[in-house]
Structure formats: C-alpha cells, structure tokens
C-alpha cells in the first residue's frame, strides 16, 4: 500500500507542475523506512515570496509553494485522530532535525522549504480536529495534504480524451471516467429524478 500512495502523490504533484525527486529508492539497514521523507519537490514557477499558508491545503495553494519536503502516511483505514498521533512516534521522524538536515541538501536553500505530511483526513470534529492539527504543528509540520484533496484533483484534471501512456495512475483514472465510474457531483446533486421513480408498476 506504501508503494501505491507514494505513486498517487507523485503523479499529483507532477500534475500540479512540481519537479519531484524520490529522496531514497532503498531502506539503508541502519534506519528505519519511516526515518526518510519520500519526495522532495520544487516547483519552477512559484514566486519567490511564500505567503501564508492554511494548515490542510487545497490543489490552489501548491501554487505558492516553492519547494517542500513530503512525508506520505497512507493509511487509508483510519483518520489521524489526537490518540493515533500519540501513540505513532514513526510518523514524525521522517520530518525530525536528522531526516530534514538529510534532506535540505537537495536544495541550496532551505530557508523557505515547507514541510508537508500527506494523511488520510483529519478529524471531523473540531475539538479533535484542533488538537490533531496543535499536535502536528508541535512537531514541525507545516501543513498537512489530506488524500481526498489529492484523489479528487487527479479525478478532476484527467481527461477522457487524453492517452496517458507513461502513467498507470493517470491512465487508470482516464478509463475509469470513460466508463462513467466517476460522475461530477454538482451533476447528480441535481439530476432530476426519473419519472418512473415515483410510480408504481401499474402507473
């Protein structure tokens, strides 16, 4: 499943414009995978100023981002909730001092690097949700990326029409929207009910 979310965020931030560098293609016997970050990306045509950013970001403000160190955690079967944060130091190391030091040698200049963990959702509820989020700062996270937010936005911008011979990911979508396997919200929100629906057999 690693491999799989890994994929997903690289194509979406290639789609979004960024150069991405996998920061390691092997686990070294002396640390733990979850030691490393996994991406780090620089997009060319951002300012050089970073202007404030939302802790969970959306697709629009990867625009002012310049470069950034990602940290993928794909579980895809439980929210970030306060009690698994607390109890899963594995997923801060990857953005500790070590890791980052490692890390901010791709680049000649860290001074504006943005620190991005990539998470299934956080909490629904706002007095979890705030707590996730203070916990998350206090470890040196900047900003958090949520799956749903990443899925959506390659579902929005692959085109039918389109053949996308280098990516698996891409192209699997392009089929799938092509079968009618994914439908614009707003369209079956209001799709108007059948007049069959509300009648009966003998109508």
């Known amino acids: 499943m690693a491999a799989v979310s890994e994929t997903i965020v690289r194509e979406y931030f290639e789609l979004n414009g960024f150069l991405v560098r996998q920061h390691r293609k092997f686990t070294s016997p002396t640390r733990h995978e979850n030691d490393e970050i996994d991406f780090l990306v620089f997009n060319p045509k951002a300012s050089n100023t970073l202007p404030p950013l939302p802790f969970e970001l959306t697709s629009r403000d990867l625009l002012d981002i310049s470069k950034a160190v990602v940290v993928v955690k794909g579980w895809h079967t439980e929210t ?41 959702a956080l909490p629904h509820g706002d007095e979890a949700r705030f707590q996730s989020i203070e916990l998350l ?11 749903r937010t990443i899925l959506s936005n390659l579902i929005e911008r692959t085109q039918t029409n389109r053949n ?10 392009r089929v799938l929207k092509n079968y009618d396997f ?21 109508a």
């Open 80 to 120: 970030f909730s306060p009690a698994v944060l607390a109890n899963a130091p594995e997923i801060f190391r990857s953005l500790g001092p070590d890791a980052l030091k490692r890390a901010a040698e791709g680049f000649t200049n860290d001074q504006s690097l943005v620190r991005i963990l990539v998470i299934p």
């Open 137 to 147: 700062k206090s470890k040196g996270i900047d900003a958090v990326i949520p799956f």
């Open 164 to 173: 996308y011979q280098k990516s698996d990911v891409l192209q699997l979508i």
């Open 182 to 202: 994914f439908t614009e919200p707003q369209m079956e929100l209001f799709k108007p009910r059948s007049k069959k629906s509300g009648q009966g057999r003998g």
